[in-house]
T-cell receptor, first 114, second 113 residues
Framework: DAKTTQPPSMDCAEGRAANLPCNHS???????VYWYRQIHSQGPQYIIHGLKNNETNEMASLIITEDRKSSTLILPHATLRDTAVYYC???????????????FGKGTHLIIQP | EAQVTQNPRYLITVTGKKLTVTCSQNMNHEYMSWYRQDPGLGLRQIYY???????DKGDVPEGYKVSRKEKRNFPLILESPSPNQTSLYFC????????????FGPGTRLLVL
């Protein structure tokens, strides 16, 4: 699975859109971009994923650049409950064998300010 | 409600005393997995199971055992716990395999004295 780079922390005002960037310049053609988040010591929570096209669901939007080397997760109206560590993960559909787990890097600690 | 449950949520034990952490999912998922999370090391996979009676090692399997006798349950067994197994443990499940969205349990915080 390709490596990702995220800023360690970000602040956002409550009610504003939070835009979280992720760089994945070594992504290959069959790898998806996934976003999970983890609210302090709780189990990670799936947010959204995509391959090429932009995606939107009830939680967020995912914008993937045309060359697929970076993406942005958008929380359209951030609330205090969105304060969490957000993980961008690049993952292929098929295992290369051996350990199979999700690889969470350090993520971005998003702090929503009142 | 679709969920992954773990028990116990908190456990303090002593070195060498066998323990089991249970994991159960009600979504009829085939794939289940155990992770541990430690400060600065992120989540690391311990074991996973592609289906009933099919289990395999993750990145850090030493000191752990698992079993998958039923689809819904995937217990994690520490035969002889040691202090370096003090950690936050998460169980996860997904419909089929690695390409599917994974759903995580609430976590089990274990302290081995």
């Amino acid at each position: 699975d390709a490596k990702t780079t995220q800023p360690p922390s970000m602040d956002c005002a409550e009610g504003r859109a939070a835009n979280l960037p992720c760089n994945h310049s070594t992504i290959s053609g069959n790898e998806y971009v996934y976003w999970y988040r983890q609210i302090h010591s709780q189990g990670p929570q799936y947010i959204i994923h995509g391959l090429k096209n932009n995606e939107t669901n009830e939680m967020a939007s995912l914008i993937i650049t045309e060359d697929r080397k970076s993406s942005t997760l958008i929380l359209p109206h951030a609330t205090l409950r969105d304060t969490a560590v957000y993980y961008c993960i690049v993952r292929s559909a098929h295992s290369g064998g051996g350990a199979d787990g999700l690889t969470f890097g350090k993520g971005t600690h998003l702090i929503i300010q009142p | 409600e679709a969920q992954v449950t773990q028990n116990p949520r908190y456990l303090i034990t002593v070195t060498g005393k066998k323990l089991t952490v249970t994991c159960s999912q009600n979504m009829n998922h085939e794939y289940m997995s155990w992770y541990r999370q430690d400060p600065g090391l992120g989540l690391r996979q311990i074991y996973y199971s592609m289906n009933v009676e099919v289990t395999d090692k993750g990145d850090v399997p030493e000191g752990y055992k698992v079993s998958r006798k039923e689809k819904r349950n995937f217990p994690l067994i520490l035969e002889s716990p040691s202090p370096n197994q003090t950690s936050l443990y998460f169980c996860a499940s997904s419909l089929y395999d690695r390409q599917e969205t994974q759903y995580f349990g609430p976590g089990t915080r274990l302290l081995v004295l």
